[in-house]
């Protein structure tokens, strides 16, 4: 059978899930996997739950619906915690990544499986200080990296290059990858 | 040199727009057109193409638009969806009638009410009469490289009709997958130039499209645009099999999957196939003998090969992602069973609807099916009214 890794993010509307799961899925994608991107699109609007999904397989990958038995689980947003429950179908070997500036005993606390891997990343933090903006989630990919073999560190920074090069400013751009690189330094795991 | 690249399904149809470069696109930039339309656009805008791109000020203007376009000479491709193509119902017959090879990528989703703007076959299946040529497609992959087929599939001088390549809302026009992309060149050389064969606006050879057509015609001109569906078959199949020489991905009017000596099947339309074959997998691994039929071409229907790869079975279901309300059941089980029965095969076939508006289809419930058809297979009874899956009742 296929070796599959699969990826569920949860954020809210204008966090950049899509974008994210986008780009990890690229990342992966030049490192010769097959892969499969999608956002969960309801209602559309800023500040909503949302969840998008990225797959990664050494095989084509031909299923067709949401992730329910994630390997990892990226939260982008700590008050989800409360009113999600983001480790549902998780596996006890799964990672639950979340920006936050809480310590992932907190965390755990709040996870409906105390078994799970726990990292905690203050990703928010991080981005305010390198892209001056509340977008959390390509910090997440450093810590991503850093936590699991999904993606390396160089090659998170060369999807995020190659995706937002052209779109954002030079100085934008350079924070978005000092934040990859910050994040990889500081995410914690217990 | 053909790259693999990630594109998302609308992304990849957008690029086989490109790389066919047609004479002219007319859409209605907005939804509920789609992201291709959008895309496409922009080529045209950066000089990408040779495109005339007609900005129009709704679908309906967009078809009669693309048909106008197509009867004066034009190589023609356009997109659309949901309440797109229901806007265009009308033009869309005219269109057929009026033998037009045009290509149109239609993303399936849902029709209102309620709106909803996720996928289901609806949209599809409402202009199943209307007389154009249905693909349908698994994965983006497959979109793009039925976007060149249909190309060269409509303009066949034996087939001269509109086709829409379908491809799932969301799951697919919105899905991040690998496509291999190939060489502009290659594909523009394999798709061809257009053989205009009588253009409205040679004035040597005058003649008349569309005209009034009352009780003495009507009745033969329909008779003889019957005439044109039979051949068609057989034309995907030599376009397909031309691409998988050429390209080396084959195509024909299905995909059995494990079917040969399989006791039980599903027969599916679009991206559930592949979710299908995923089971099938688990099934076959755990000794079961299982099969699938994921069907390529709706319409024209291939009734004879359907029946050909169906009869014998001990069971069968059809998964339908739409309803036809006050039939007597969903679309593709009615065709389904007509060409088995008409055709003398007594295989029992259960029915099932799923998926409508987006709702989604998981592998515990095609699992379901499997069980099911078991059952089915011992009894050799089916149940005539279809079974929701996914369903809260």
Known sequence: MPQLTEVRWHGRGGQGAKTAGYILAEAAAADGWQIQAFPEYGAERRGAPMRSFVRISDAPIRLRCPVRNPKIVIVLDDTLLGSEDVASGAADDAIVLVNTTMSPDEVRKQLSNPHLRVATVDATGIALDTIKRDIPNTPMLGALAKTTGVVTLEGAKRAVHEKLAGKLSEAVLQGNLAAIGRAYEEVREA | ?393
């Open chain 2, 1 to 393: 040199m053909a790259e693999q690249i990630a594109l998302e399904g609308n992304q990849a149809v957008a690029e086989a727009m490109r790389q066919v470069n047609p004479d002219v696109v007319a859409a209605y930039p907005i939804t509920p057109s789609t992201e291709v339309v959008q895309i496409f656009s922009q080529f045209a805008a950066d000089g990408k193409v040779d495109t005339e791109f007609v900005a129009v000020e709704s679908e309906h203007s967009a078809m009669t638009a693309c048909i106008s376009a197509a009867l004066s000479g034009g190589r023609v491709m356009n997109a659309t969806s949901s309440q797109g193509l229901a806007l265009m119902w009308e033009m869309l017959y005219i269109g057929a009638s009026l033998r037009t090879p045009i290509t149109l990528a239609l993303v399936n989703r849902a029709l209102s009410g309620n709106i909803n703007i996720h996928c289901d076959h609806s949209d599809s299946m409402g202009a199943r009469d209307c007389g154009w040529i249905q693909l349908f497609c698994e994965n983006a992959q497959e979109a793009y490289d039925t976007m060149f087929q249909a190309v060269r599939i409509g303009e066949d001088l034996r087939v001269r009709l509109p086709v829409m390549v379908c491809y799932d809302g969301f799951l697919v026009s919105h899905s991040v997958e690998m496509v291999k992309v190939e060489e502009d060149a290659a594909v523009a050389d394999w798709v061809g130039p257009y053989v205009v064969d009588r253009p409205l606006l040679d004035v040597k050879k005058p003649y008349t499209v569309g005209p009034l057509d009352l009780q003495d015609f009507y009745f033969e001109h329909k008779r003889t645009q019957v005439e044109a569906y039979p051949g068609v078959p057989a034309v995907i199949e030599e376009v397909g099999a031309s691409f998988e020489a050429a390209f080396g991905r084959p195509y024909g009017l299905m995909e059995p999957y494990m079917l040969d000596d399989a006791e039980t099947a599903i027969v599916s339309l679009g991206s559930t196939a592949g979710t299908v074959k995923d089971i099938v997998d688990a099934q076959r691994a755990a000794g079961k003998a299982v099969g699938a039929l994921k069907l390529r071409a709706f319409r024209p229907f291939p009734a004879d090969e359907l029946a050909a790869q169906l009869a014998g079975k001990k069971a069968v279901a059809v998964l339908d992602r739409s309803m036809s309300f006050g039939a007597a059941s969903a679309p593709l089980y009615s065709e389904v069973t007509s060409a088995l029965y008409a055709r003398g095969a007594t295989v029992p076939v259960a029915t099932y609807v799923y998926g409508l508006g987006g709702r989604e289809i998981l592998p515990e419930h095609i699992e379901q099916v499997y069980e099911d058809l078991a059952a089915v297979a011992a009894s050799q009874k089916a149940d005539t009214q279809p079974k929701y899956l996914g369903l809260r009742e």
